[in-house]
Nanobody
Framework: QVQLQESGGGSVQAGGSLRLSCATS????????MGWFRQAPGKEREGVAS????????YYADSVKGRFTISQDNAKNTLYLQMNSLKPEDTAMYYC??????????????????WGQGTQVTVSS
């Protein structure tokens, strides 16, 4: 019923770029909010970027603003995260998330109900 499948992670040098993809079912893709969270070793999970289905726009964490871009392809039911100018502190497991019903509001990250399995991003100095 709920399908969130991340891909596109890998190892890059600082300053490099990666594009993460999240393939979903049509049911999951119709969620109120979709986005990306990440968790680095020894740290709590944090919201990276979120996008609202109902026209509320996108929201980015301050740490990635200007470097990361969230987007979606409705025909493919796929969410993307373009990551440019990567830094070692971006190293983390990245998770695609979906918020089925309204708990968050534009200007916030999604409040996820559903999580993918994650894709690893490693940025070396």
């Amino acid at each position: 019923q709920v399908q969130l499948q991340e891909s596109g992670g890998g190892s890059v040098q600082a300053g490099g770029s990666l594009r993460l993809s999240c393939a979903t079912s049509r049911y999951t893709y119709s969620a109120y909010c979709m986005g990306w969270f990440r968790q680095a070793p020894g740290k709590e999970r944090e919201g990276v970027a979120s996008i609202y289905t109902g026209g509320g726009g996108s929201y980015y964490a301050d740490s990635v603003k200007g470097r990361f871009t969230i987007s979606q392809d409705n025909a493919k039911n796929t969410l993307y995260l373009q990551m440019n100018s990567l830094k070692p502190e971006d190293t983390a497991m990245y998770y695609c998330v979906a918020e089925r019903t309204r708990g968050s509001w534009p200007g916030q990250q999604c409040q996820p109900h559903d999580w993918g399995q994650g894709t690893q991003v490693t940025v070396s100095s």
